[in-house]
């Protein structure tokens, strides 16, 4: 496979999550669940959550109907709301299975709102109790890419913010050193700049034509 393959699939796992759980034959608002399970996988996603608010109602210990709530209103990109779902789900689940799918949804809800720290996080919860959940592993390589590209680019604004910018009397000075060169006067113009920069700290935005310039001196005097 190759990068750009595999970069296609990380992008493409990130857009999935799991299917909504079914409530046992025992469970109360099993009927709610159930309908609402039906609208979700019509896509009616609205439908989907009044129907599991109902279930909630019906059976409020239930992490499965949070679970459930959660992943509706995810598909509806109401993803604070998603996230407090599935919080209150894992506050209410001891079940493995149950937790690993709430944890890796997390993930990418956590994607969705740009927060990649904590989506790390949550994919990595879910490997804790999923070891062998490939689309984790592959969604939890893509976003630590990303973080470390964001990492690049921070420091590469910090590296811009550096940046000096020369002052006027820096850009006369660097003039006039350019009119010196012009009439082979190298080692004048060197001297300007070397001069200029101990009066003014903004001439060392031109450094890499001193140092050029000292160069040029040098081989002159070698000569």
């Known amino acids: 496979m190759t990068e750009a393959m595999k970069n296609l699939l990380i992008i493409t796992v990130l857009l999935f999550i799991w299917a909504p759980a079914f409530l046992s034959a025992q469970g109360r608002g099993r009927a709610q669940v159930a309908e609402g399970n039906r609208q979700y996988a019509d896509g009616n996603y609205e439908q989907a959550i009044e129907a599991y608010n109902k279930a909630r109602s019906a059976n409020p210990a239930s992490a499965e109907v949070d679970y459930n709530l959660g992943n509706a ?40 709102m740009n927060k990649l720290k904590e989506s790390a996080a949550a994919y990595q919860q879910a490997l804790r109790l999923n070891p062998g959940d490939e689309d984790a592993k592959y969604n939890l ?25 020369p002052s006027e009397y820096a850009k006369k000075l660097r003039q006039q050193a350019q009119e010196l060169i ?42």
């Open 73 to 112: 209103l995810y598909q509806k990109k109401d993803y604070e709301q998603a996230m407090k779902r599935y919080e209150t789900a894992l506050q209410k689940s001891e079940d493995p299975r149950l937790r690993a799918q709430t944890y890796y949804n997390m993930g990418n809800t956590l994607f969705r």
């Open 141 to 165: 390589e893509y976003v630590r890419a990303r973080l470390q590209q964001q990492e690049q680019q921070q420091q590469d604004k910090d590296q811009q913010k550096k940046k000096i910018e």
């Open 182 to 223: 012009e009439e082979y006067r190298y080692a004048e113009a060197l001297k300007l700049m070397q001069d200029g920069l101990k009066r003014d700290e903004t001439v060392a935005a031109y450094q890499s034509f001193i140092d050029r310039l000292n160069d040029v001196v040098e081989i002159e005097e070698m000569q």
